[in-house]
């Protein structure tokens, strides 16, 4: 976004300097990458002219540039004569985008060139250069030669995309007092032709329509801040869209109204209709894509590029004036199908104020008029300006709650009034409606973002040095989460919300979400894992020596690429050894029963069974588990599959486990006081013969779900017996309530016995 310093000052009274303006605007949020001060071309008189040996039309130039030397130019201007004051751009200045240089032409040194009309943007004629005045001083600027300001927008901030919306922030700032603009609307004229919406996307659509214009020249102010910031002035119906577009931020278009037949009609395109742009591009459009059209056909791509058809040229005598609110969705996905980015098409991607068709059409129409002549015989508007209703509700505490600083209530209100925030007082409470320019305010936390950057986020610190407050309670929802995995050894993992589709694939079978524009070729997906991610850092540190890892990461995957289909997971993943080599004890390596600790921790101790059935594609097929309680999955662990390793070429064996859905852990429960028995503990062994496949952690299930005293079971031998059967035998705890005899115990032994046998169609061992 560029601008000038005088067009701030259309809407900022302030004395302040450009530099001080740049400096206060980077530290509110606005970063000025450069201050541009242009060299004007100067008025200079010719003193001497004489023909350049060899040619037929150039001529060598002595002139006052109203330095105390002649300075020699080559000139080919037929109207070169001694005396003419004329513009001189010297060595520095750009002229229709080129900077001047000193130079060799011919063999004979010019110093600078000799400008026309057209070249200095000021007319169209290109006949010879300039004459100015005979009163003209020598050496003075010919042009507006004010500062440029050169800054990068954030997509979050489309009102400074316009110029008042800058010079609002300033004045928020204290740099100077904000100028109200004059809002007019133009009186309803009435006549044959109409505006119809035939799509939602499309609020509200107005027109002006003038007949009886002559194509001029813009006004010099308009025409040199135009060509200021970059922009090739040509013709004031033309000039006066950008210069809307820039100054307000609501872009415009201007047709050819004789080229326009019948109504005007915003509509979806028709699949595969075909347009052609005002650059002679032809684009195959899409249902998706929303296009201005009349009764022949399509005019315009709405809120991207006029078209070919209807354009204004020097000889338009009839011109409509459209200005409109377009769905930004819409706008974006159409630029970014075909590739054409504009200023209008910047705008309505970000969000325009959408309160300001009528206002933009009304200045436009009286600019045009004032330049080109002609008069309004019809005005038209289809659907309804948006009424801003946001409003927040907030209360002055909580910018102390957010920051631990606290900023006075009515320094707070200051600031937002000067922001242009409407404020309804109730008690404690405020009730905010922001400018509807500033789409990106919705809730209360984003009024103390902009308490934040106005108030200064240096006087932030020094009020945090100078007067310490607690602490904002930490918001992170998870951190309990993270703190157990943490006190387990685990180090936490923070990636990107991307993913590679190809090793998606491999890893799982749900739904791929892909990305449309990726930043490189392997993060093309909306994520809908975060195993991915972290075999990705397993892999990196094998490759550098570093086989040992235990780490996890809770974040976010997709399920879909609709608005809250998304969910938050646990991935933990163990590698390598358990810990280094030692003398004082024995190495392993990690195993599944690593990870599944780890997700036991996160149940708080709360009862489940595994299931070993249906293991996911990235699981070895005998190394896996899954956690349930009932027919809910909480969980899953295993070893990673062979297979997906050798892929993606890891030699490590990787442990795994994954909670898909943080929601689906139980909640911590409140830690029940111990109680002492006043009675010994009882140990009895068990065995049972069980098939071959089947998992013990059901026997202990089973087991300790038979008496509330049986406190604990430990499996503490395993053994194949041949013919698909294999023996289990465990330990269990039992902490009496009162005095046992022996045939209480027997009882209980008893029950465990017949429960187990009916519930895991297992056989008691008896040798």
Known sequence: MKWTYDWLKDYIETKVSAEQIADTLTRTGLEVEDLIVPVSPIAAKIIECKPMEGSDHLHVLQVDDGSSTLRQVVCGAPNARVGLISALATPGCIIEGHEIKSGKLRGVLSDGMMCSGRELGINDDHSGIIELPEKTKIGTPVLNSEIVFDAGITPNRPDYLAVRGIAR?????????????????????????????????????????????????????????????????????????????????????????????????????????????????????????????????????????????????????????????FNPVSVRKTSKRLGISTDSSYRYERGIDPTITGVALANAARMIISTCGGKIVCTGIAGKIPSE???????????????????????????????????????????????????????????????????????????????????????????????????????????????????????????????????????????????????????????????????FELGTVFDGDMPGEQHTQICIVRTGNTSPKHWQHRNRQTDIYDVKADLVALIH?????????????????????????????????????????????????????????????????????????????????????????????????????????????VVFDAFDMGGEKKSIAFTITITPTENMSDDDLQKLQNLVIANIEKKCNAKIRDK
């Open 169 to 325: 922030d300033l004045s928020a700032c204290g740099v100077g007092k904000y100028i109200t603009p004059k809002e007019e609307l133009l009186k309803p004229v009435s006549g044959k032709r109409k505006v119809n919406i035939n799509t939602d996307k499309c609020p509200v659509y107005q027109f002006c329509e003038i007949h009886g214009i002559t194509v001029n020249q813009s006004d010099l102010k308009v025409k040199s801040r135009l060509a200021a910031i970059g922009i090739n002035p040509k013709n004031s119906p033309v000039d006066t869209t950008n210069y809307i577009c820039y100054d307000m931020g609501q872009p415009m278009h201007c047709f050819d109204a004789d080229e326009i037949n019948g109504n005007i009609t915003v509509r979806m395109a028709n699949a595969g209709e075909e347009f052609e742009d005002l650059f002679g591009n032809k684009h195959t459009l899409k249902d998706t894509d929303m296009v201005i059209a009349d009764d022949t056909g399509i005019l315009a791509l709405a809120g991207v590029i006029g078209g070919a058809r209807g354009m204004t040229t020097e000889k338009t005598k009839n011109i409509i004036l459209e200005s409109a609110y």
């Open 389 to 551: 209703n946001r409003t927040i509700e907030y209360s002055p505490d909580l910018f102390l709650h957010k920051t631990g600083i606290d900023i006075p209530a009515d320094a707070q209100y200051e600031i937002l009034s000067k922001l242009g925030f409407n404020i309804v007082k109730r008690n404690n409470k405020w009730f905010i409606t922001p400018t509807p320019a500033r789409v990106n305010i919705e809730i209360a936390e984003n009024i103390v973002s902009e308490l934040i950057r106005i108030y200064g986020y240096d006087n932030i610190a020094k009020a945090a040095v100078h007067k310490p407050t607690d602490s904002a309670p930490h918001r992170d929802y998870y951190i309990n989460v993270k703190q157990e995995l943490a006190k387990r050894g685990l180090n936490e993992n923070k990636a990107y919300g991307f993913g590679d589709s190809k090793i998606e694939e491999l890893l799982s079978d749900k739904p791929i979400i892909k990305i449309a524009n990726p930043i490189i070729n392997n993060m093309d997906t909306a994520r809908n894992c975060l195993l991915e991610t972290l075999l990705g850092v397993v892999g990196e540190n094998e490759k550098r020596g570093f086989p040992d890892l235990n780490i």
């Open 605 to 713: 101790g709360q009862r489940f069974t595994v299931s070993t059935d249906t293991p996911p594609r990235w699981a070895h097929p005998f190394r896996y588990g899954a956690i349930m309680q009932g027919k809910k999955k909480i969980a899953e662990f295993g070893e990673l599959h062979p297979s997906v390793a050798h892929k993606l070429k890891i030699k490590t064996n990787v442990n795994i486990a994954i909670v898909d859905d943080v929601e689906n852990l139980p909640p911590a429960r409140k830690p029940k006081e111990p109680v002492i028995s006043d009675f010994q503990p009882i140990t009895r062994d068990f065995a049972f013969i069980v098939e071959a496949d089947f998992p013990a952690e059901k026997l202990v299930s089973v087991a300790m779900s038979t008496d509330a005293r049986i406190t604990d079971v």
